[in-house]
């Protein structure tokens, strides 16, 4: 599903953000993303969706070769990825069911698919009670299942996710991990960039860990360490 | 269906949300595009005020509309047997006011003010010789004929309206064409400011997967709207050029020609497309300037 070969990243002023990263990620996997502040995770997802474009190295995401995608290609290349952030991205003038629907509406999905959709999404998030709210109104781990369900209502091949849990209490995380692990055993690949040691050595997953930009760890069933 | 629904609300909401700087680009737009408008219809207006002068007629004695028969039978003397006059054609009142009836079709009040006495009889002449010198030398010799009230000659006329119109029509065509620019401009900083104000949704667009048009289109058809509703505010103004200003030169006395100073029925319709085509396209490339410049997709 994703494959990086001898990956690098070089930001401007000569910050190697990644070096010669080589991963493969198989469809249905949950991988945890570890390492520092500065480590390279976000830039590793950041690839991923083409937000970024990498220096050196080979990228297939969802049996594309990233490097060599016209840019015009790249909103087809984001509808196969739903991307989840730490600070949930909602659209504040619109309610939690026109935060989802967007995600829908934008990508030109017919009103029929929206209607059918949404609600489906929402029953899953646990949020159905809460559709007409707006994201004002409502707690960070809510929130955060809002953005979650936005970035998942379009049935997507691989779910990132950048310190989804980062602003939540444990309780809360806890909630927002056995979202993921549900949307994970549907079949979708997610891949998760997080500081969140408890969740990591909870759950048991593969943990690859960064630092300085090399992969110095790789691990089926790892823990945070 | 959907997405023309789509389009619309954003277009419709951006535009209430940005409400003043919309309106400074739409009245921008409408006074240049009627400057653009008048300038064509002055442009036209002396084109067919020249008319008159065709067939090699080089110049027109104008009769007092009181000339009598003598005066007028002194000055036929004169073009029959006068050997520098190859031809001449005779517009009696009744013949001048038909042919005021037609020029003026289009507006009735204007006809039904005057009558045919009023109109003044005139004397369409060809001469043998068409140098400038010659016919300005006959033009004296019949201007000092008693019952002329004027001579207007084809060289001597024509430059002067030419020279009005061209005037007139250039000074407006250069403010028209700084106008449009600061249009344009102001379209610009318009569907910039909308961008900005729509900045969080347009990044979550592109994080789902929004096509680049998709995100484009609302704001190109903003500035396009921008334009469209400028050209339409200005469309009256043609109008008021028509049936006001052009009017009150074809009323004048002074100066005869003048009176064929109009546009043909249907050239103001004409000319309101062209500003719509104009403003519309004005508007399209002031936003996609700013589409290419500012929304990074």
């Known amino acids: ?57 080979q990228l297939m995401v969802a049996g594309k070769d990233i490097g060599a995608l016209r840019s015009w290609k790249v909103p087809y290349l984001r509808r196969e990825i739903g991307y989840v952030f730490q600070d949930y991205k909602l659209l504040s003038r619109k309610t939690v069911y026109e935060n989802v629907a967007f995600g829908l509406e934008v990508i030109g999905r017919p009103r029929s698919v929206v209607r059918k ?44 996710a950048d310190e989804p849990t980062g602003n939540l209490d444990p309780a809360t995380s806890v909630g927002i991990m056995r979202l993921l692990d549900r949307i994970n055993r549907s079949g979708t690949t997610v891949v998760m960039a997080t500081h969140d040691r408890g969740i990591v050595d909870t759950m048991r997953r593969r943990v690859i860990e960064l630092d300085r930009g090399v992969v110095v760890r790789d691990e089926s069933r790892g823990v945070y360490e | 269906m959907y997405r023309l629904w789509y389009y619309l609300r954003e277009t419709v909401l951006s535009i209430w949300r940005n409400l003043s700087l919309t309106m ?56 029959d047997s006068s050997p520098s006059i190859e031809g001449y054609n005779y517009i009696d009142k009744a013949a001048a006011y038909d042919e005021f009836e037609t020029l003026f079709a289009d507006k009735p ?18 001469p043998t010789d068409r140098s400038a010198a ?48 600061v249009s344009a401009l102001l379209i610009l900083n318009t569907v910039f400011t909308a961008i900005g104000a729509r900045k969080q949704e347009i990044e979550v667009m592109k994080l789902v997967g929004a096509s680049n048009w998709f995100i484009r289109i609302p704001f190109m058809l903003e500035g396009t709207i921008h334009g469209l509703i400028g050209a339409a505010m200005a469309i009256p103004v043609l109008f008021v050029v028509d049936n006001e200003v ?17 546009v043909p029925e249907g050239f103001v319709w004409d000319t309101s497309i062209w500003l719509l085509i104009l403003g519309g396209a004005v508007g399209m490339v002031g936003s996609a300037v700013a589409v290419t410049r500012y929304l990074d997709v």
Do not use: C, W
Request: charged share 20%; net charge negative.
């Open chain 1, 1 to 57: 599903m994703i494959r990086l070969e001898g990956v690098s990243k070089v930001y401007k002023g000569d910050v190697t953000a990644l070096r010669e990263v080589s991963v493969e990620i198989q469809r249905g996997e949950f991988v945890f993303l570890v390492g520092p502040s500065g480590s390279g995770k976000s830039t590793f997802l950041r690839l991923l969706n083409r937000e970024e474009v990498a220096d050196a190295g």
């Open chain 1, 117 to 160: 959709q949404v609600p489906f999404i929402l029953e899953l998030v646990g949020l159905t009670p809460k559709a007409e709210r707006f994201p004002g109104e409502l707690s960070g781990g809510e929130q955060q299942r809002v953005s979650i369900a936005r970035a998942f209502v379009n049935r997507p091949l691989i779910l990132l």
């Open chain 2, 24 to 79: 400074a680009a739409i009245l921008t737009v409408a006074v240049s595009l009627a400057l653009v408008g008048a300038s064509m219809m002055i442009r036209e207006g002396a084109e067919r005020a020249t008319a008159q002068f065709q067939e090699g007629v080089e110049f027109i004695v104008f009769m007092n509309p009181d000339a009598n028969a003598d005066q007028n039978a002194a000055i036929r003397h004169v073009l």
């Open chain 2, 109 to 126: 009040e204007l006809v039904e003010s005057v009558t045919p006495d009023v109109m003044p009889p005139s004397y369409r002449i060809v």
């Open chain 2, 134 to 181: 010659n016919v300005n030398e006959l033009a004296n010799q019949f201007a000092a004929q008693p019952g002329v009230r004027e001579v207007a000659t084809a060289t001597e006329a024509i430059r002067q309206i030419d020279d009005f119109s061209t005037r007139v029509s250039q000074a407006l065509l250069i403010a028209a064409v700084v106008l449009v620019g």
């Open chain 2, 246 to 262: 052009m009017a009150f030169f074809q009323e004048s006395d002074s100066v005869p020609l003048f009176r064929g100073f109009a």
